[in-house]
């Protein structure tokens, strides 16, 4: 009887930890090595007691995302920086496409409005419209018109910018 082979998958998005503040060099380093990644980068502006600048941010800090075959996996830990994979209910977390894409489009999204929502710390909530429409996480906090969610299919804390419709 012939040996059973596994079936590869193809490359899926896993997401790699970095040390604090190392998440851009991580991504250009691992861009360099021929990988596929996606290190998602807020615009916000830094101020100093001297000036103002705009720089790019991490949208989630510490983590990079990296598209690639289960079996090329460690090749990432050549690159000084990266610390581990993040892993879920013991494997490897695994980020599917449509997650990735959403985030691409959130960051493209430019709030419109100042909205005060009436929820409590904690309460769970559906987003309705945009980026992460369907997604549910709970409520954290809102400052002007970002409104600071955790959500659950990330496993994170993601700083949502919504408008009165969205929730």
């Given at each position: 009887?012939p040996?059973?082979?596994?079936?590869?998958?193809?490359?899926?998005?896993?997401?790699?930890?970095?040390?604090?503040?190392?998440e851009?060099?991580?991504?250009?380093?691992l861009?360099?090595m021929g990988?596929?990644?996606?290190?998602?980068?807020?615009k916000?502006?830094k101020?100093?007691?001297?000036?103002k600048?705009k720089?790019?941010?991490?949208?989630?800090?510490?983590?990079?995302?990296?598209?690639?075959e289960e079996?090329?996996?460690?090749?990432?830990?050549e690159?000084?920086g990266?610390?581990?994979y993040?892993?879920?209910?013991?494997?490897?977390?695994v980020?599917?496409?449509?997650?990735?894409?959403?985030?691409?489009?959130?960051?493209?999204?430019?709030?419109?409005?100042?909205?005060?929502?009436?929820?409590?710390?904690?309460?769970?909530?559906e987003?309705?419209?945009?980026?992460?429409?369907?997604?549910t996480?709970?409520?954290?906090?809102?400052?002007?018109?970002?409104?600071?969610?955790?959500?659950e299919?990330?496993?994170?804390?993601?700083?949502?910018?919504?408008?009165?419709?969205s929730?």
């Open positions: 009887m040996a059973l082979k596994k079936k590869s998958k193809g490359p899926q998005w896993f997401v790699i930890y970095t040390k604090s503040r190392n851009k060099k991580v991504a250009e380093r861009t360099d990988f596929e990644i996606y290190c998602p980068l807020v916000t502006v101020q100093w007691s001297d000036r600048k720089v790019e941010e991490p949208l989630l800090r510490s983590y990079v995302f990296v598209f690639i079996h090329l996996r460690e090749g990432v830990f690159v000084p990266v610390v581990r993040l892993y879920w209910l013991g494997k490897p977390a980020v599917k496409q449509e997650e990735i894409d959403a985030m691409k489009k959130f960051l493209r999204e430019i709030p419109t409005e100042n909205v005060k929502l009436d929820f409590e710390k904690y309460d769970e909530v987003v309705k419209s945009g980026a992460f429409a369907g997604q996480g709970r409520y954290l906090y809102q400052n002007g018109n970002e409104v600071v969610l955790q959500l299919s990330l496993g994170t804390v993601v700083k949502v910018s919504v408008g009165v419709e929730l």
